[in-house]
């Protein structure tokens, strides 16, 4: 009798000592889950202000596109923009943005849109380092551009008037990684 | 009474054991930085030994490295396509002839994509093939001596790149070319390209007991580019699955101009089939013209023999042997899983992964369910063998390897990260960013049935600020990741040489218990060894003179030689006589036109050297092996073209 | 007295062993050699526990002007000892052959094992002064020539028995198989001789 009256004391201590151990277990998982939901550094946080600029950089010194680089930034694909490339990008200016109906931006900008938005952005990014004189060949070899989300744009130039997938280029700025070509409008699937 | 105090005790040092545990669970746990979970993960303590090994390609180096995971600490450079200075390889005598090719002497390559021998689908660490990209060889390294052994020309072939992969019972290892040229070579206008160029896929034989090289045969492909391969395994044993682009036959702006197709192929090629046919008489022979090296262990010494004819076949020879796989965007990578069911194709320019099925492949050959055909080849209709896709959200996938847990990893160049995704399902359960820029990824035995799947490097092309900065060049950047829970965990950053392409990795004990210490003396059969040092003398014929020298800590026997003149062609050859385990002897002479050489224990090496003015000359031990290492040098007497001194040597006298 | 002889039969057999197994063991072990050198002690010569460790013993042994390690005809105790050996299991094989068959009495056995002790010790000796004169008759010419603090050359024998330190080796000397058998063989011999002599008390 005695023998296991001691034995069940031994059994509850155990038991205890199991669960003043469980709680810490815990503590770590949740740890782990705080660093996982980082935005993790990429290339784009590499400091260098010697080197030709990027186009994320560009974009961003740009006042013209303070609207798609906070989208950038939102959509957290600016790794994508500063890769070696080359890349062509589409770069709507604000007004292309304000051109679209009201609340579309506010609405792509809020978190649990970020894969909507980053769809809509790298629509606006071909492989390849298409200048001006590189986007008028594809034209008259009727070819299209072909872009990070697998859509094709077509390129119509009508006399100094160049348009891809419907926007026209209003500027061309070269950059380190590619080309960029300031558009008037959002291009939006067919 | 005595019953109770006994179960008391136990009970006690019971509970004390328990205690003892949970403080060391909570000990670790409220430490608790993660970071330095992290570090326990890869620190391997001094004396202490990794669990696995990888080979890393070197790229623009031309050769091969040996890193230890999980703690990224290189052991080795291997050379291979290149002369290296650090050995003497390709500057000795000995090994001048491995770098043989049908060009003449070519020192360097481009080494992509080195693949460990396989027995039943399964690693088993005997060999490491590497390819040559730009003067297009295979080569054969022992990963019991850690030298490269054997080296092939590949004929017919240009940009060596969809190589040096090899079947599961290391049948063969196959060498595709990446640029298609004309075969045989002519002169002719390169707008011709179209429909003339040839794209030679090249299966070298693999002779099983000492891994002999030999082409069985060549199959001549129309001239796309042959980017990567892999071979079927298990079910798809038999096939071996090549990515092409540039099946727009494109001669100039590729960049643009080989991007138009939106579907490039994956070759799927029957080479049982194709090797039943050779062996039957089929095919045909072309006069051509390649080196085949070989190095022999116990001479030393590599021959170079030049080989005057290929076995070729036509695709249109031979049909059912060869079908296309229509897949999306230009296909890099071209991966297989562990089961053989699953051919992977990245559409570098895609957002997607495409998987075929070997099954869906087989049934629609069986039905002859075709959507026309590419030079005679046909194409299976892409909706009759894609299992799925993998609809990644990254961009620029490039290559795939497997942890033999039914999850794949694939590397995406342009978002620079590894996303997991399970097969069958194509569901993407993971994703870790990599710095910066990753091309190729391994997982040891990451392409064969089994992998080891714990540790996973991906190997990037951009560094930037990873590291204390080196000027405008940076070494290239790895990173380990450890992969054996559900989420991928990023657990190490490590410099690289040259640039990685691919890799090869196993586990430590495949590898480390058949490595050599030493080359035995009574085994030497090089024709200029000395099987002890009263042997060392010095031989003249004509304007040649052989020094037969023997090293020994922590003397050159003979070490004071006269009667050399200017004009001689004097050649050292020099047996180190150590049977001790990491005790090489180096040595080098003042004014030489070579490198220096490093002999292993019971190894003999030839060093040339042409002396150009008269004088007395040193030449010393490079190898600090001694205590008295310092000491371990000699002197040579040059005399003029003319001069009648006598030759004489000694040590000691 | 049967069981006796038994055991005294078995002991004096087991010296066999020394034909097959080395007597003892000198093992050199230093950080750059974590496979340490090991020299095994055989009755009729010395062997490398790997293929080159006596070579590369002598090589490292060169620099402070030790003497190679001796070969078979260099010393005479490896001719002697196996006749020794030899000649004691026979006589040991007799003397409890004779004892099982009733004719001698187990003092014998006793007195076997007291010479097979005295030879021992004497082996032993002999032993220790070839140890001592190998780690101290030293080459003048020595390339490294040490001396202890207080001035007297440095000694490099090793232990008889036991763990030494020599200066960044460590050396252990320890018996192995045939010396382990000699022990037991021994030891058995005595055993026999008082089982026997407890036979013969009871008995009368």
């Known amino acids: 009798m005695k023998k296991n009256f001691i034995f069940s004391i031994g059994l509850c201590l155990i038991v205890t000592f199991m669960m003043m151990c469980t709680p810490q277990q815990s503590e770590k998982s949740e740890e782990t889950s705080v660093v996982e939901e980082t935005h993790p550094l990429g290339q784009a946080s590499v400091v260098d202000d010697v080197s030709d600029k990027n186009i994320l950089q560009v974009a961003a010194g740009s006042q013209a596109h303070t609207t798609l680089v906070a989208a950038v930034q939102a959509a957290q694909i600016e790794n994508v923009l500063v890769n070696a490339g080359p890349l062509t990008v589409f770069a709507p200016n604000n007004g292309a943005f304000d051109a679209l109906p009201e609340g579309t931006v506010d609405n792509l900008l809020k978190p649990e849109n970020k894969s909507q938005l980053a769809t809509i952005l790298t629509r606006h990014a071909a492989p390849g380092s298409y200048d001006i004189e590189g986007l008028k060949r594809e034209a008259t070899k009727g070819r299209k551009i072909y872009t990070a989300t697998g859509d094709y744009l077509e390129v119509v130039v009508d006399g100094d008037k160049i348009t891809v997938g419907g926007a026209e280029i209003v500027a061309t700025i070269p950059a380190s990684n590619g080309v960029i070509h300031v558009v008037n409008k959002v291009i939006l699937p067919e | 009474m005595k019953t109770l105090i006994k179960i008391n005790s136990l009970l006690i040092a019971f509970l004390t054991l328990i205690t003892i545990s949970c403080n060391q669970g909570g000990g670790e746990s409220s430490n608790g930085a993660l970071s330095s979970n992290i570090a326990e993960k890869v620190y391997v303590a001094p004396g202490e030994r990794d669990a696995q090994y990888a080979f890393l390609s070197g790229g623009y180096s031309g050769n091969l490295t040996v890193y230890g995971l999980p703690s990224g600490r290189m052991f080795k450079e291997i050379p291979v396509f290149s002369q290296f200075p650090t050995s003497g390889y390709g500057y000795s005598e000995e090994t001048k002839p491995m770098l043989n090719t049908s060009f003449g002497f070519i020192p360097w390559d481009d080494l992509h994509h080195p693949d460990i021998s396989q027995t039943n689908g399964e690693l088993d660490g005997r060999w490491i093939f590497a390819n040559g990209n730009n003067t297009p060889r295979i080569a054969r390294i022992s990963l019991s001596t850690f030298e490269t052994e054997e080296i092939i020309e590949v004929p017919n072939s240009a940009g060596n790149h969809s190589s040096s992969f090899i079947t599961e019972n290391t049948e063969y290892v196959v060498a595709g070319t990446r640029f298609s040229v004309p075969v045989p070579q002519r002169d002719m206008p390169i707008k011709e390209y179209k429909s003339n160029f040839k794209g030679a896929l090249t299966f070298i034989a693999v002779e099983p007991e000492h891994g002999h090289l030999d082409i069985k045969f060549q199959l001549l492909m129309p001239g796309f580019n042959y980017d990567l391969s892999h071979p079927g395994r298990g079910k798809s044993h038999g096939w ?11 001669n100039t702006l590729l960049e643009v101009n080989a991007s138009q197709n939106d579907k490039d192929f994956i070759a799927a090629v029957n080479w049982k089939k194709i090797e039943e046919y050779v062996n039957n008489g089929g095919g045909t022979k072309m006069p051509t013209n390649y080196a085949h090296n070989v190095y022999d262990e116990s001479t030393h010494t590599a021959t170079s023999t030049m080989k005057k004819e290929v076995l070729t076949v036509n695709p249109s020879e031979i049909p059912g042997a060869i079908y296309f796989l229509p897949t999306p965007k230009s296909p890099h990578g071209c991966d297989v899983d562990p089961s053989g069911q699953y051919i992977i194709g990245a559409g570098k320019l895609s957002a997607d992964i495409t998987v075929h099925s070997f099954d869906k492949m087989i049934a629609a050959i069986e039905a002859e369910n075709f959507d026309g055909d590419a030079y005679g080849i046909p194409i299976i209709k892409y909706e009759d063998v894609v299992a799925g896709t993998v609809q990644s959200g990254g961009l620029g996938p490039l290559h795939t390897e497997f942890d033999g847990r039914g999850n794949a990893y694939t590397t995406f160049f342009i978002s620079s990260e590894v996303v997991k995704w399970k097969l069958g399902t194509w569901e993407v359960v993971d994703r870790q960013p990599t710095f910066y ?13 089994k992998p080891h799947g714990k540790y996973l490097v991906a190997m990037n092309k951009i560094t930037k600020d990873r590291y204390l900065p080196t000027g405008p060049e940076m070494e290239h950047s790895a990173q380990i990741y450890d992969i054996s829970g559900e989420k991928m965990q990023l657990l190490y950053d490590f410099p690289t040489h040259g640039e990685p392409h691919y890799a090869a990795g196993c586990d430590a004990d495949l590898i480390m218990n058949n490595s050599k210490k030493i080359y035995r003396i009574d085994e030497n059969m090089h024709p200029y060894a000395i099987k002890s040092p009263a042997e060392g003398k010095v031989v003249r014929e004509g304007n040649e003179v052989h020094i037969y020298m023997s090293t020994i800590r922590s003397h050159f026997t003979p070490d004071n030689i006269e009667g050399i003149k200017v004009g001689d062609k004097v050649y050292f050859h020099i047996t180190n006589h150590e049977q001790d385990f990491d005790v090489p002897h180096g040595f080098s002479m003042i004014g030489q036109g070579t490198s220096e050489i490093l002999v292993m224990p019971g190894q003999t090496k030839t060093s040339l050297w042409e002396p150009k003015k008269v004088g007395v000359w040193p030449f010393y031990c490079t190898d600090f092996c001694s205590a008295l290492h310092q000491e371990m040098q000699g002197y040579i007497r040059v005399s003029p073209a003319n001069s009648n001194i006598e030759l004489s040597w000694s040590l000691d006298e | ?30 950080p750059q050699y974590p496979d340490p050198l090991g020299i095994n002690i055989h009755i009729n010569g010395l062997q490398g526990e790997s293929e080159f460790d006596i070579q ?6 060169h620099y402070i002007g030790m003497k190679t390690l001796p070969k078979p005809d260099d010393m005479w105790e490896f001719s002697v000892f196996p006749k020794v050996v030899l000649s004691m299991v026979v006589i040991g094989i007799l003397i409890g052959s004779l004892g099982f068959f009733g004719k001698i009495s187990s003092i014998w056995f006793l007195l076997w094992f007291v010479v097979m002790g005295i030879l021992g010790a004497l082996g032993v000796y002999d032993f220790n002064l070839w140890l001592v004169d190998y780690g101290t008759d030293l080459n003048p010419n020595a390339i490294l020539k040490l001396v202890n603090p207080d001035g007297s050359p440095m000694k490099y024998n090793p232990p008889l028995i036991g763990h030494k330190k020599l200066l960044n080796f460590d050396a252990f000397s320890y018996p192995r198989l045939g010396g382990i058998f000699l022990g037991i063989g021994m030891l058995l011999s005595l055993t026999g001789y008082f089982i026997g002599r407890k036979t013969t008390v009871n008995s009368n």
């Open chain 3, 1 to 30: 007295m049967k069981k006796a002889s038994i055991l005294m039969i078995i002991g004096s057999a087991l010296l066999l062993g020394l034909f097959i197994f080395p007597l003892w063991n000198i093992r050199l072990g230093a």
């Open chain 3, 56 to 61: 590369n013993i002598d090589g490292l042994n």
């Open chain 2, 437 to 449: 820029s990753v091309g190729h990824l391994m997982i040891p035995g990451g392409n064969s049935r």
């Open chain 2, 240 to 250: 071996f699955f090549f990515s092409t682009y540039n099946t727009e036959e494109s």
